[in-house]
T-cell receptor
Framework: GAVVSQHPSRVICKSGTSVKIECRSLDFQATTMFWYRQFPKQSLMLMATSNEGSKATYEQGVEKDKFLINHASLTLSTLTVTSAHPEDSSFYIC???????????FGSGTRLTVV | AQTVTQSQPEMSVQEAETVTLSCTYDTSESDYYLFWYKQPPSRQMILVIRQEAYKQQNATENRFSVNFQKAAKSFSLKISDSQLGDAAMYFCAQTGANNLFFGTGTRLTVIP
């Protein structure tokens, strides 16, 4: 089945630094990947849609300069949280699909803590 | 705009019993898919079951089945013979043009 790998699973960084999270589709090509943020005991909030070879599409209210997305190949999308602050601490999850009928596969998530 | 509503923030079920989780959605699309995802404490999102909107037959995966009422835009999940491992957050989701819209989730507790 479709597998999506996400790294790192946990990261702690200091305020003001940047953190990069990787999302890879292991056994299929993904022209589109999705980045979600999940607050404790809440649902997944779509942050942006990552498009291979072009600019990402950000949801309303998401700062594109803070959350940089790069989708340079058909199997890799990265999310960089720039100049991180404690309020950026959250659980970030990526997702991709080999086709809508197959459903969407999720990475295992990244717990970011900014201190 | 697509919306997915889960009206039950929490549900509980006795082990081996049956429980039904509710979900309603709203879409103007004619071709869409519906999903139930499970999120255990590990927070890994796991696909439980999928339903193609154009299929009238309700999807079934072992102990999991759905009641898909297209006219009513309802998509409930029935879990039969509940097991302790079924305890998790359950999210109903619907495809949009190119992504997924999630409901707010239902936390299921399984009582031994």
């Amino acid at each position: 089945g479709a597998v999506v790998s996400q790294h790192p699973s946990r990261v702690i960084c200091k305020s003001g630094t940047s953190v990069k999270i990787e999302c890879r589709s292991l056994d299929f090509q993904a022209t589109t990947m999705f980045w979600y943020r999940q607050f404790p005991k809440q649902s997944l909030m779509l942050m942006a849609t990552s498009n291979e070879g072009s600019k990402a599409t950000y949801e309303q209210g998401v700062e594109k300069d803070k959350f940089l997305i790069n989708h340079a190949s058909l199997t890799l999308s990265t999310l960089t949280v720039t100049s991180a602050h404690p309020e950026d601490s959250s659980f970030y999850i990526c997702s991709a699909s080999p086709g809508r009928a197959h459903g969407y596969t999720f990475g295992s998530g990244t717990r970011l803590t900014v201190v | 705009a697509q919306t997915v509503t889960q009206s039950q923030p929490e549900m509980s079920v006795q082990e081996a019993e049956t429980v039904t989780l509710s979900c309603t959605y709203d879409t103007s699309e004619s071709d869409y898919y519906l999903f139930w995802y499970k999120q255990p404490p590990s927070r890994q999102m796991i696909l439980v079951i999928r339903q193609e909107a154009y299929k009238q037959q309700n999807a079934t995966e072992n102990r999991f089945s759905v009641n898909f009422q297209k006219a009513a835009k309802s998509f409930s999940l029935k879990i039969s013979d509940s097991q302790l491992g079924d305890a998790a957050m359950y999210f109903c989701a619907q495809t949009g043009a190119n992504n997924l819209f999630f409901g707010t989730g239902t936390r299921l507790t399984v009582i031994p």
